[in-house]
């Protein structure tokens, strides 16, 4: 009977096999593959096998791993299976490799990105030299500047108002059509004009910069002998524009000082979007985007600019963050 089914399977397939043996011809297709075809089943359990990672072999594992991800911290799981593969010369599925990553405690995250270039000896040093620096300037002869975007979508997304459960609450969404922009502010302590201002509702760049510059001089925002502090964003030292905005600067008596790299804390205009941003997403009112934001702006006093100043410069409060 075995030789029938081996023979009339080879010759004239399952069907035709099992009805002329009387049979179904699942049944015929289950023998071939578990009995008659040996390469197929080359294992007395039947089908294909993975290799499993023993005990033994998970610290080397977890090393591999650790390796692998210094060089390709986004690798998917996949990428992980075939690295394994390569490494301990087996074959490996994406189902051990999840089961073996559970074993050794490992999961998905959500990473935090760390600047790295921020506590390098060279930007160390720049660090301290301009906390230094700064204590001997009159607070008076600071301006500092930045720039903000601002997106009604993304200030709006956490907002939530009050509704019955198990239904969906509509409101008016009339505020949605208002235009992104971006904020230029210079800041310098005086209680008439504390604040200059530009909104730019196209794309921000070297020149718009430019422009601020020369409206702000021609305004008279800078006196002889002040100090310019801003970041090192790629617009504030453009090539295009690096040499003309010091040159002008120059001639009115202005020294344009640069924040050590990634040091948002040593610039009180952070502190005032921060005011202006919560104030945005706090207030629930039928003004535009920008009519919010210049409102909120006109509640930034003199003294909370004082207290900006000292967060910013002052060494202990430095030293506390």
């Known amino acids: 009977m075995r030789i029938l089914r081996v023979k009339y399977s080879l010759k004239f397939g399952f069907t035709s096999t099992a009805r002329f043996l009387g ?3 699942a049944h015929k297709c289950w023998y071939w593959t578990q009995k008659a075809f ?6 007395s359990h039947g089908g294909k096998r993975h290799f ?33 593969s390569e490494v301990f010369k087996r074959k490996v599925s994406k189902t051990v490799t999840s089961r073996t990553l559970k074993k050794l405690n490992w999961s998905w995250r959500i990473p935090t990105q760390q600047q790295i270039e921020k506590f ?17 300037i009159p607070w008076d002869k600071l301006k500092f500047c930045d720039e ?20 969906r609450t509509n409101i008016p969404g009339k505020s949605i059509h208002s235009k992104s922009f971006t904020l230029t502010l210079l800041t310098r302590i005086s209680r008439d004009s504390p604040f200059w201002i530009d909104i730019n509702e196209k794309n921000n760049n070297q020149w718009s910069f ?10 008279r925002q800078f006196e002889a002998g002040d100090y310019l502090i801003v970041d090192n964003c790629r617009l504030h030292c453009a090539l295009e524009t690096f040499e003309l905005i010091k040159q002008l600067l120059e001639a009115h008596r202005v020294t344009l000082i640069f924040l050590p ?8 205009c952070e502190l005032v979007f ?15 985007l920008w009519m919010n934001v210049l409102l909120a702006l006109s509640k930034v006093k003199l003294e909370h600019l004082l207290s900006f100043y000292q967060k910013c410069i002052d060494v202990k409060k430095l030293a506390n963050k």
């Not at 040996?38 to 294992?43: A, D, G, I, L, V």
């Not at 160390?124 to 204590?135: E, F």
């Not at 790299?261 to 009180?268: A, R, T």
Request: proline content about 5%; glycine content about 2%; aromatic content about 12%.
């Open 23 to 25: 049979d179904y011809s």
């Open 38 to 43: 040996r390469p197929w089943h080359s294992k």
């Open 120 to 136: 390098t000896p060279i930007n160390k040093l720049r660090y301290v030299h301009h906390i230094y620096s700064v204590q001997f």
């Open 274 to 288: 921060n005011v202006i941003k919560h104030h945005v997403r706090t207030t629930r009112n039928e003004f535009p």
């Open 148 to 167: 903000s975007s601002f997106n009604i979508t993304k200030l709006e997304k956490r907002r939530a108002v009050l509704g019955k459960k198990g239904t």
């Open 210 to 219: 430019l422009d601020f510059i020369i409206g702000a001089l021609a305004a």
């Open 52 to 84: 499993t990672f023993a005990d033994e072999e998970l610290a080397a594992v977890e090393k591999t791993l650790i390796t692998f991800l210094q060089q390709q911290p986004y690798a998917k799981l996949q990428d992980v299976t075939n690295h394994f």
């Open 261 to 268: 790299c990634y040091s948002p804390e040593l610039n009180p």
